[in-house]
């Protein structure tokens, strides 16, 4: 088994070494996030972090709205021409849709700050439309190198991407004592820097193709065979974020920037499990879900099931560990002012330990073509999602607030990994009880072991 596991490892193009270069890459930003977040938690207040999770989930919206979805078609296409044009149209559209957002700040620039009440000196909304150009640039040259398997470039440009954002936020945030535009102009400068590399070479690799496709004649057939994107895969896509990022609008309404900057650094500590193995699979298994479907679907079953095995096991011992000692890693990790923050990983871990398992799967309805199922289902979620966030903001209690949230994303990921499975056709619940069952066991063995501490050195 280790010598075919190496002999995979060391395959080129293969399944395990495409997961290991990714892997490698999610694993170096998780150590850069391990490295600066403490520091940056002692310099930067909750309340910036809370400005910048509005910022951040304003953009991604953005993003997404800007593209029409195209981009996530990328990787699917058998056509290289109609990669192509999509490709074309999707650079368009985010080119249009930005240019027209700098245009509304432009001329409602004043407005925007008297509605929102932010200080008259304020650039927030000039830096929107910024971000939202960067991070669409970014998303199409993301899906081109899936496309073209360049994963060693992937990595390499996300890793040096992270560290520059970082060593900014850090300088800028020491130089202005904490003012909270550093975390987002670190953002903008680090995205820009890195992937400039980034887009230089894909525009060297594609120019060609580009040039010859470039006819306004092959856009109106291409709207034409990707309507479902824009009618079906976007608004599936954005229930998709509003249902996990809508929360920051819901939290800074009702319990303050400091709450939400609390709520923004455990989600940011809880991802690193996510970009670490969950976002390394997801990028690997369209590419090859998608050959399993069109050459074998009694493989793709089998390859579906064991990733999904494979993400269990990676995951829930780190989620066990944060569901019990969430508070404790912390305040250690950031000092006491982020006690909340602990709290809420500790809350949130459960949603979490069921998203990183089926959430990377979920682009089965792309490649079976349900892409209203989808739909369907995030509709459902965010529905969800909003009764349990309203009532926890009825009871006035963030703690409530997140324990309701936790619960109710449970539920969901729950009914996402049946759905799933029933698709393949593979028995879903004798697989659900033993990984929750092992997952409430290792929780176990860990609340145990932290009380036999507590008792012995009087913690």
Request: glycine fraction near 6%; charge should be positive; aromatic fraction near 14%.
């Amino acid at each position: 088994m280790l010598k075919d596991l190496f002999k995979s490892l060391i395959t080129k193009g293969s399944y395990t070494q495409d997961i290991a270069i990714i892997g490698i890459g999610k694993i170096l930003i998780a150590l850069i996030g391990f490295i600066f977040i403490p520091i940056l938690a002692r310099i930067y207040s909750p309340e910036a972090f809370g400005l910048f999770s509005i910022y951040n989930t304003t953009v991604s919206i953005l993003v997404l709205l800007a593209s029409l979805s195209y981009p996530s078609a990328f990787v699917i296409q058998k056509n290289e021409n109609d990669f192509y044009r999509l490709l074309i149209l999707s650079s368009s559209l985010l080119l249009i849709i930005t240019s027209f957002l700098f245009l509304i700040v432009l001329f409602l620039n004043n407005y925007l700050i008297r509605v929102f009440e932010i200080n008259s000196n304020s650039i927030i909304f000039y830096l929107i439309p910024l971000g939202v150009l960067i991070n669409g640039i970014i998303v199409i040259l993301s899906q081109t190198n899936i496309r073209r398997k360049n994963y060693v470039l992937s990595s390499s440009v996300d890793v040096t991407c992270h560290f520059i954002i970082r060593i900014i936020n850090l300088v800028f945030g020491i130089i202005t004592k904490g003012n909270p535009y550093g975390l987002i102009l670190g953002n903008q400068i680090g995205n820009s820097l890195a992937h400039s590399y980034n887009f230089i070479i894909n525009i060297k690799t594609e120019l060609k193709g580009i040039l010859e496709n470039a006819n306004s004649k092959n856009i109106i057939p291409i709207l034409k065979k990707f309507r479902n994107y824009p009618y079906f895969i976007l608004p599936g896509q954005l229930l998709n974020i509003l249902k996990i990022q809508g929360s920051i609008y819901f939290i800074g309404a009702g319990f303050g920037q400091s709450i939400l900057g609390a709520y923004s650094m455990s989600m940011n500590l809880l991802n690193i499990p996510i970009q670490i193995a969950g976002n390394s699979v997801s990028s690997v298994y369209l590419k090859t879900a998608t050959e399993y479907y069109h050459n074998n679907a009694e493989k793709l079953s089998r390859f579906t099931y064991k990733t999904a095995n494979s993400l269990f096991l990676i995951s829930f011992i780190p989620f066990s560990i944060l569901l019990v000692l969430g508070k404790e890693i912390l305040v250690i990790l950031l000092g006491e002012i982020w006690q909340d923050a602990g709290i809420f990983a500790s809350i949130l871990s459960p949603y979490f330990f069921y998203l990183i398992i089926f959430s990377p799967l979920t682009t089965l309805f792309q490649i079976y073509g349900r892409e209203k199922t989808l739909l369907t289902f995030n509709l459902f979620t965010l529905i969800f999602n909003i009764l349990s966030l309203s009532i926890g903001l009825y009871t006035r209690n963030p703690y409530i607030t997140m324990i309701l949230f936790s619960i109710s994303n449970s539920i969901v990921y729950i009914i996402l990994g049946w759905k799933i499975f029933k698709l393949l056709k593979i028995n879903f619940f004798p697989f659900f009880i033993r990984i929750t069952f092992l997952f409430l066991f290792s929780c176990l063995i860990i609340y145990g072991i932290k009380v036999g501490l507590n008792a012995v050195f009087n913690i």
